[in-house]
Each structure stands twice: as structure tokens, then as C-alpha cells.
Antibody
Framework: EVQLVESGGDSVQPGGSLRLSCAAS????????MSWVRQAPGKGLEWVAN????????YYVDSVKGRFTISRENAKNSLYLQMNSLRAEDTAVYYC??????????WGQGTLVTVSS | SYELTQPPSVSVSPGQTATITCSGD??????ACWYQQKPGQSPLLVIY???KRPSGIPERFSGSNSGTTATLTISGTQAMDEADYYC??????????FGTGTKVTVL
């Protein structure tokens, strides 16, 4: 059974940093692109970043470029999102998702990041 | 940046057909997929590659994509189908764009 479990969400002050993790199981993690998607309270889904199977390529939504870094550790079946210079507008539930041929077919349960003074 | 536009809300009576549209430039040249999200839950893939249903998704969910519009159709809508629905476009670029989302209410 495919499982994605996010962790690391917390409440942080503006300008602070957080590192989110996503533990994957039930599939060969190293065979798939992975994504982070977020959802602000009461708002829609927003794709944040994705990363190639071997970590050699990664892409970001414009609003997080230069502040967020996506990475992965295939030996540990883990995906990460390092978030720096956090802003109030980064407040959201962050989901990790498995990408597979023009779809995100499995999603984690999400982890809440709150940026507030 | 690429944008996908959906109607904010759709209302449907039980047993009737709900139609949700997703509009974007040259959408027919991209693959469209659709996600269902119920309150407090993670999104669930219901349609991929324009018109394919993942295992376990009821046959009443169907999709199409032509011109600038992708469409999700729920035939014989049930109360359990009440949820938010999001489209997403995929192409050779690496950015993944979601639609604005549609709240489906079963009256």
C-alpha cells in the first residue's frame, strides 16, 4: 500500500525557517517524480515544487523561488522541503504527492505550517 | 504564467448530472486530470489523462478535453459526491498548475 506521511509543520515567526519531511513507503520511491502542494486556509490547491527521480532537476512556483528548496534522499525514501524567509502568505497545509505520468496519484495527509508573529 | 479557470460553484440535484468545466489556453494540447477534495481530507485523483478513471473510482465520473476546455461530468450524482473539485494541466513543461476549484453542492 502506497503511503506518504508528512511531518515538520509548526508555527513560526515571519522570516523564520522550517524543514518539512515526507516519508514514503509501499512503492519504489526512486522511480518517481515527487511534488509539494500547499493549500492556504479556505483556499485552493497551489503546486509549490517538484523534483526528478534522481534529484537532478527541480522546479518551483515563482512565489517561493530563492526561499524554498526541495530535495530527496532515495536511500531513506524521503522527500524534503526546506523553507526559509517564511512569510504570512506561506501559511498553509503542505502535502507531498507522487507524480506518475501526468497525474499526482497519491497524496499524504498534509502538515500545517503557520507563519505568524 | 498559465492559468486554469473553473466556476466557483455548481449545484445539482441527487441523481442528476453535474458538469464542471476547466478553461485554459491550448488546454487540448495538455493532459487534464481532476481531483476531489472533501472537507478535512487530502485530494483524491478521480480522472487522469483527460478521461481515464483510476482503480476504485465509480463509473459515474467521466472526463473530456477539447479546445480550451476540459470537463468533468458526474452522472447520477450522489450525496457523497459533494466536495471541491480541482482540475490540473500537465504537459512537457515542469510546472504543475491547478484550476481555481469548484464546490459541488448536492441539493
Amino acid at each position: 500500500e502506497v503511503q506518504l506521511v508528512e511531518s515538520g509543520g509548526d508555527s513560526v515567526q515571519p522570516g523564520g525557517s522550517l524543514r518539512l519531511s515526507c516519508a514514503a513507503s509501499g512503492f519504489t520511491f526512486s522511480n518517481y517524480w515527487m511534488s509539494w502542494v500547499r493549500q492556504a486556509p479556505g483556499k485552493g490547491l497551489e503546486w509549490v515544487a517538484n523534483i526528478r527521480q534522481d534529484g537532478s532537476e527541480n522546479y518551483y512556483v515563482d512565489s517561493v523561488k530563492g526561499r524554498f528548496t526541495i530535495s530527496r534522499e532515495n536511500a531513506k525514501n524521503s522527500l524534503y522541503l526546506q523553507m526559509n524567509s517564511l512569510r504570512a502568505e506561506d501559511t498553509a497545509v503542505y502535502y507531498c504527492a507522487r507524480e506518475h505520468t501526468a497525474m499526482a496519484d497519491f497524496w499524504g495527509q498534509g502538515t500545517l505550517v503557520t507563519v505568524s508573529s | 504564467s498559465y492559468e486554469l479557470t473553473q466556476p466557483p460553484s455548481v449545484s445539482v440535484s441527487p441523481g442528476q448530472t453535474a458538469t464542471i468545466t476547466c478553461s485554459g489556453d491550448n488546454l487540448k494540447y495538455k493532459y487534464a486530470c481532476w481531483y476531489q477534495q472533501k472537507p478535512g481530507q487530502s485530494p483524491l485523483l478521480v480522472i487522469y489523462r483527460d478521461n481515464k478513471r483510476p482503480s476504485g473510482i465509480p463509473e459515474r465520473f467521466s472526463g473530456s478535453n477539447s479546445g480550451t476546455t476540459a470537463t468533468l461530468t458526474i452522472s447520477g450524482t450522489q450525496a457523497m459526491d459533494e466536495a471541491d473539485y480541482y482540475c490540473q494541466a500537465w504537459d512537457t513543461s515542469t510546472a504543475r498548475v491547478f484550476g481555481t476549484g469548484t464546490k459541488v453542492t448536492v441539493l
